[in-house]
């Protein structure tokens, strides 16, 4: 595991041993200390415990989850129906489930027999955390593998967008490459010596802001807390600052979204603050789609209020047809790329097998989300 994945393993494992549930005890994954707590009565069903899975994921978990599970796997490419899922996973004691998949109380009323679900991302929007725990359903995610990708994405999308890649593809696709060179044709924005905002000094964020600084550029950068690490570890070059979020909207040359989505970063940058941007600033888009206010971005985008946005995320997944940025051309759109490397979506998906071998085998599951969760006792 990485040094990330590593860490937050060892904060599940310091906020877990505060209340370990009765019946589970520490895995290996979350730490060396094992808790010798009493079993619960029937902690677990009797038999292999069977699983919905509502999508295909990469068959290096589904083998790993068949030794301890009887496995019903979603064929469809697009998310089972509500009542689709409650007649597949009906008679389920773990889910395996993606952002697009709603897991709220009625569901959980639907599927008494449920006991775990478990989150192919690192998000958990689509998940009501507070009705799971209430009926002792322990939810999972898999944080700290999809860092590097999504940093990827996010710098092949900001250069798509400020270098006008897809325009120039679609130049040369069209036919309309006429003349080898000309000095004034297709000029975009390069980093070097521009200023990169970043929305979030995170994991992914903080490594934007160090890949930026390598490009050359200068970094401002705003979190819900100033980072002094990272500000006295670039003190020196004076090429860092922490501003508040209107400043960075102000005096960004490019703005990079990483915060998660919540009731405070919704729309977080919204007509207001797109109207702070300077008429040459690209916006990156990876985090979640409703971090930015769609509508008033295609707008800014159609009347040249900002130069180009390239975006992985939108507020309704998949982008429909209709949607105005589809239309213009200095958007550089994505279908939700972020963590679709190989290596990641196994990791992902290795991590979803992590959580339910634990827990089945009455571990503590290594990536627990509701940490204030009591599991209940199994169906007869």
Request: net charge neutral; charged share 25%.
């Amino acid at each position: 595991a990485s040094m990330a994945a590593r860490s937050i393993m060892a904060e599940t494992a310091a906020r877990a041993a505060a209340r370990l549930p009765n019946g589970f005890r520490t895995s290996a994954a979350v730490g060396a200390r094992r808790h010798n707590a009493s079993l619960a009565p029937r902690p677990l069903p009797a038999g292999r415990p069977k699983l919905f899975v509502t999508r295909q994921i990469p068959d290096v978990a589904l083998r790993r989850l068949a030794e301890v599970a009887r496995l019903d796997v979603w064929e469809g490419e697009e998310a089972p129906s509500r009542d689709e899922l409650v007649a597949r996973a009906g008679d389920c004691d773990g889910l395996v489930t993606l952002l697009t998949d709603p897991v709220d109380d009625g569901l959980l009323q639907a599927l008494p027999r449920l006991r775990i679900v478990s989150q192919m991302a690192v998000g958990f929007n689509n998940v009501d955390l507070a009705a799971c725990t209430r009926r002792g359903v322990a939810v999972t995610n898999t944080p700290g593998v999809l860092d590097d990708a999504v940093v990827e994405l996010t710098f092949g999308l900001l250069l798509g967008a400020a270098r006008r890649l897809a325009e120039g593809d679609r130049y040369v696709r069209d036919g309309k490459w006429l003349v080898a060179w000309h000095p004034l044709a297709m000029r975009g924005f390069g980093l070097a010596g521009r200023q990169l905002g970043v929305v979030g000094l995170g994991r992914i964020g903080r490594r934007v802001a160090e890949i930026g600084l390598a490009f050359g550029a200068r970094i401002l950068y705003h979190s819900r807390s100033r980072d002094a690490a990272f500000d006295a570890e670039h003190a020196v070059t004076g090429r860092v600052r922490f501003v508040d979020l209107d400043t960075l909207c102000r005096e960004s040359d490019f703005v990079s979204l990483h915060v998660p989505l919540t009731e405070h970063t919704h729309h977080l940058i919204d007509a207001r603050r797109l109207s702070l941007m300077r008429p040459e600033c690209v916006i990156v888009n990876t985090a979640r789609g409703p971090v930015v206010d769609e509508e008033e971005l295609a707008r800014a985008l159609a009347d040249g209020r900002i130069a180009a946005a390239g975006l992985d995320v939108f507020e309704r997944e998949p982008l429909s047809n209709e949607s105005p940025l589809v239309g213009l051309g200095n958007v550089f759109l994505a279908p939700h790329l972020g963590s679709a490397t190989f290596e990641t979506r196994d990791a992902m998906a290795n991590i979803v097998a992590d959580n339910q071998i634990a827990f089945w085998k009455g571990l503590l599951p290594p990536q627990l989300v509701n940490t204030d969760w009591t599991p209940k006792c199994a169906e007869s």
